[in-house]
């Protein structure tokens, strides 16, 4: 008699999270920075049909990346909560918070099934307040954890350098066009630290712009004013002194 085959229920979560974070960093990045009016999602993404950043309620947006069918259905998921909620109770109910506690959840619940493999996606859910203070970002890896970002955050593809880039330049106070090139400079960063070509026509860019005297403050950003705003701001710099890849700023 054959000794069934076991591994421990640690081994076989490590597996299943390497096994995530695998089809997530085959993904193009993502990176969310605030600015002084308001929160600009950028990603790189030359579909003009599939999009990585989306609207979910008046004051909230949606940023993935992975498999592009597993983000749509929990985005999907993320707008029917939003539209019940504010319709049953009130829209100042619909909060990034709240959703992004939905979503954990979700991703959590799918994580720790056996019969299911588990999401390969990371979740960005934001929400632009009355007042920079006041915005808020939420990161959400493909475990249902929840991070709280200030400032910028990177996910997929080499979201650690990207990452590391933007937090070293990234500052208070920043125009759209300020927080656009440094976003831009950042996912020019390939893995050994070169830099590549990327112009208006391969991003997808999106704002939750707090001026809006609209209640929808999402905006999508056409490549033309994208492409406009990186000719008109000089390339940013660094805010810690070192000297990494500082020359190849130009």
Do not use: C
């Not at 203070?133 to 400032?151: A, N, T």
């Not at 056409?222 to 990186?230: D, F, I, S, T, Y």
């Not at 000719?231 to 002194?241: I, L, Q, R, V, Y």
């Amino acid at each position: 008699m054959s000794t069934p085959f076991y591994v421990s229920p640690q081994q076989a979560m490590a597996d299943r999270a390497e096994y995530a974070r695998k089809g997530i960093a085959r993904g193009r990045s993502v990176v969310v920075l605030q600015y002084a009016d308001g929160i600009v999602f950028v990603a790189e993404n030359p579909s003009r049909a599939l999009h990585k950043v989306s609207e979910i309620y008046d004051r909230i947006a949606f940023a993935a990346v992975g498999k592009y069918n597993e983000f749509e259905n929990l985005r999907i998921g993320g707008v029917r909560y939003a539209d019940l909620r504010g319709y049953t109770y009130d829209r100042e109910d619909v909060t990034a918070r709240g959703l992004a506690n939905v979503y954990a959840q979700t991703l959590g619940t799918i994580f720790s099934a056996n019969a299911e493999k588990p999401y390969e996606v990371e979740l960005i859910v934001a929400e632009v307040g009355p007042a920079p203070e006041d915005d808020q970002i939420y990161r959400l890896p493909h475990d249902g954890s929840i991070v709280d970002e200030h400032g910028s955050v990177a996910v997929g593809g080499n979201s650690d350098q990207i990452g590391t880039y933007m937090d070293q330049r990234h500052r208070e106070g920043m125009s759209l066009g300020e927080a656009l090139k440094l976003a831009v400079e950042a996912l020019k960063r390939d893995t050994n630290g070169s830099e590549r070509s990327l112009d208006a026509e391969q991003l997808e860019v999106a704002v939750l712009d707090r001026e809006r005297p609209q209640r929808r403050k999402f905006k999508r950003v056409p490549a033309g004013q994208v492409a406009r705003l990186l000719e008109e701001t000089p390339a940013p710099e660094s805010t810690e002194g070192d000297s990494e890849g500082g020359d190849e700023d130009k």
